[in-house]
T-cell receptor, first 115, second 112 residues
Framework: DAGVIQSPRHEVTEMGQEVTLRCKPI?????LFWYRQTMMRGLELLIYFNNNVPIDDSGMPEDRFSAKMPNASFSTLKIQPSEPRDSAVYFCASSPVSQKLYGYTFGSGTRLTVV | AQSVTQLDSQVPVFEEAPVELRCNYSSSVSVYLFWYVQYPNQGLQLLLKYLSGSTLVKGINGFEAEFNKSQTSFHLRKPSVHISDTAEYFCAVSGGNTPLVFGKGTRLSVIA
């Protein structure tokens, strides 16, 4: 298994541009999570899905952020328009139905820089 | 709701010395506790987890952690560290089927 795959690994964009981050979870995992990591705030949960359905998006910081999971093998996190304070590492993670037994498998992250 | 406090943001230690990384949690329900490690430019990897049963949990790379309910702690320990253990370590808590809540991390630096 290739694990959780995120793309791109690095993204540099100008303020105001649209940014799309992509994630392919592990096949058979029912849960998908998007986290953001910054020095100041650590790891923050943005949103998570169960069987492709968004369950809790209360961590999404603003309406500029949106996430979709059109099928079991693909999810996107979009920021439109992007701002410098969105600069962070964004992680996608997936988990089988029993989260507490198996924990999460994380992707390698996307380092976003908004200039 | 659950929360996690990692008491030390940075821990320097000499190679082959023991280390303890501290974690305290807060929860109104039964908890499940995890430690993850993050090497530079990588995602987080699961080190070990406590679900129930024995309070001493052994994980990969020689790490272990002890669950202490009365002190609401889940400290991570290793008797002898190596240079390769240099990384950031995250404690996390879940109330069951709720998402993991992570601490802010402890950066372990092993000095030769």
């Amino acid at each position: 298994d290739a694990g959780v795959i995120q793309s791109p690994r690095h993204e540099v964009t100008e303020m105001g541009q649209e940014v799309t981050l992509r994630c392919k979870p592990i096949s058979g995992h029912d849960y998908l999570f998007w986290y953001r990591q910054t020095m100041m705030r650590g790891l923050e949960l943005l949103i998570y899905f169960n069987n492709n359905v968004p369950i809790d998006d209360s961590g999404m910081p603003e309406d500029r952020f949106s996430a979709k999971m059109p099928n079991a093998s693909f999810s996107t996190l979009k920021i439109q328009p992007s701002e410098p304070r969105d600069s962070a590492v964004y992680f996608c993670a997936s988990s089988p139905v029993s989260q507490k037994l198996y924990g999460y498998t994380f992707g390698s992250g996307t380092r976003l820089t908004v200039v | 709701a659950q929360s996690v406090t990692q008491l030390d943001s940075q821990v320097p230690v000499f190679e082959e010395a023991p280390v303890e990384l501290r974690c305290n949690y807060s929860s109104s329900v039964s908890v499940y506790l995890f430690w993850y490690v993050q090497y530079p430019n990588q995602g987080l990897q699961l080190l070990l987890k406590y679900l129930s049963g024995s309070t001493l949990v052994k994980g990969i790379n020689g790490f272990e952690a002890e669950f202490n309910k009365s002190q609401t702690s889940f400290h991570l320990r290793k008797p002898s560290v190596h240079i390769s253990d240099t990384a950031e370590y995250f404690c996390a808590v879940s109330g069951g089927n709720t998402p993991l809540v992570f601490g802010k991390g402890t950066r372990l630096s092993v000095i030769a």
